[in-house]
C-alpha cells in the first residue's frame, strides 16, 4: 500500500490524525488527510469548553464540521475528550461537588448522545492519573466530586452511546511505570467488576526512542482484553524516524492495537511548537519518519 490508512487497514487497522477545524479550507492540509488517513480525532472541537460553553448550552459546530468532513470522505471518528480537567469550560472550572458531579454526568450524556452512533471509539476520561510515583489520581475538581466519578462517566457514556467504545486515554504511560501501573490496575478493577471499558489510549507524546518495554506494556494492558491505542503519537528528537518505526513496529505486534493517531498532519500544525515531530514537513512533504511508519505497516 502507498499510504498510511491503506497500509494500516492490511491488517485491519487504522492510521489517524488530529484535525482542527479551522484547517479544512486549507487545500494541502486536506489533501493529505484525504489521502493519507482513515481515522480522524477533532483536535480541540470535541471538548468540554468546546462543546458546553454556558452550562446546558451546547455547541457542536466545530466537532461537527470536522466529523462530517471525515464522514463524507469514509473516515472514521476517536471522540475526544469527554472529561478532562483542562480545557474545562470556566463555569465547571468554578464548581465543585454534587453540583460539578451533576454536570459532568450531564455532559457526557448530553454529547455522547448529540454523536451517537457515529464515534468508533470515545476518550471517555483523560488524564485523571498523577505523574511521578503515587501511582494514584491526579487532584482535579473532577476527582475531588469522589473516587468513583471515572466509572460513573464510563456507564453514562455507554448508556448513552452502546455503540461506541470506551476508552481512558493518558499520557507518560508508555512503560512499565507506576502511572501506567495505576491505569492497568483501575482497568482491571473495571473488567472485575463489569465497569464498561473497552480500550486504552496511549497518547504517546515521545522524545526520541519509547522506553524499551512500549510492546510489552501496550500487551499487559491488552490481556486484561481491552483494545489498546495509540492516540496523540508525535515524536521530536534527532532519532525521530527510527522512534517512529519502532512505535509502529510495537502496534503491529499487539494484537489488540487497533490503530494509530498522530496529533496533527503537518510539523507546521503540531502543538509543540519548533519541535517539528510529525510525519509530514510544513509545506506537506513527506518526511523520512513518514517512510518508516509506512515501511512498518
Ligand atoms: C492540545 C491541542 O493540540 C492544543 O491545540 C490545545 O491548545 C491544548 O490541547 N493531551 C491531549 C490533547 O489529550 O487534547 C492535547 O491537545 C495535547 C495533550
Known amino acids: 500500500a502507498t499510504t498510511l490508512g491503506a497500509a494500516a487497514a492490511q491488517s485491519g487497522r487504522y492510521f489517524g490524525t488530529a484535525v482542527a477545524a479551522s484547517k479544512l479550507g486549507d487545500q494541502t492540509y486536506v489533501n493529505l488527510l484525504n489521502t493519507e488517513f482513515n481515522m480522524v480525532t477533532a483536535e480541540n472541537e470535541m471538548k468540554w469548553d468546546a462543546t458546553e460553553p454556558n452550562r446546558g448550552q451546547f455547541n457542536y459546530s466545530g466537532g461537527d464540521r470536522i466529523l462530517n468532513q471525515a464522514v463524507s470522505n469514509g473516515k472514521r471518528v476517536r471522540g475526544h475528550a469527554l472529561l478532562w480537567y483542562q480545557q474545562e469550560p470556566g463555569w465547571a472550572q468554578r464548581m465543585e461537588g454534587s453540583d460539578l458531579r451533576q454536570a459532568m454526568m450531564n455532559h457526557v450524556t448530553q454529547v455522547a448522545t448529540h454523536y451517537k452512533g457515529k464515534i468508533y471509539a470515545w476518550d471517555v476520561v483523560n488524564e485523571a492519573f498523577a505523574d511521578g510515583g503515587s501511582g494514584g489520581r491526579r487532584d482535579s475538581n473532577l476527582q475531588r466530586t469522589g473516587n468513583d466519578w471515572i466509572e460513573a462517566a464510563f456507564r453514562a457514556a455507554r448508556a448513552a452511546d452502546p455503540g461506541a467504545k470506551l476508552c481512558y486515554n ?23 467488576r463489569g465497569v464498561p471499558i473497552d480500550c486504552v489510549g496511549f497518547q504517546s507524546h515521545l522524545t526520541n526512542n ?88
Open 210 to 297: 519509547p522506553p524499551g518495554d512500549y510492546q510489552a506494556n501496550l500487551q499487559r494492558f491488552a490481556d486484561l482484553g481491552v483494545e489498546v491505542q495509540i492516540t496523540e503519537l508525535d515524536i521530536a528528537g534527532n532519532q525521530q524516524a527510527n522512534a517512529y518505526g519502532v512505535v509502529t513496529k510495537a502496534c503491529m505486534a499487539v494484537r489488540a492495537c487497533a490503530g494509530i493517531t498522530t496529533w496533527g498532519i503537518r510539523d507546521t500544525d503540531s502543538w509543540r511548537g519548533g519541535e517539528n515531530p510529525l510525519l509530514f514537513t510544513g509545506s506537506g512533504a513527506k518526511k523520512p519518519a513518514y517512510t518508516a511508519v509506512l515501511d512498518a505497516l
Open 170 to 192: 493518558d499520557y507518560n504511560t508508555d512503560g512499565v511505570n507506576p502511572k501506567s501501573t495505576g491505569i492497568y490496575n483501575m482497568v482491571r478493577d473495571f473488567k472485575s
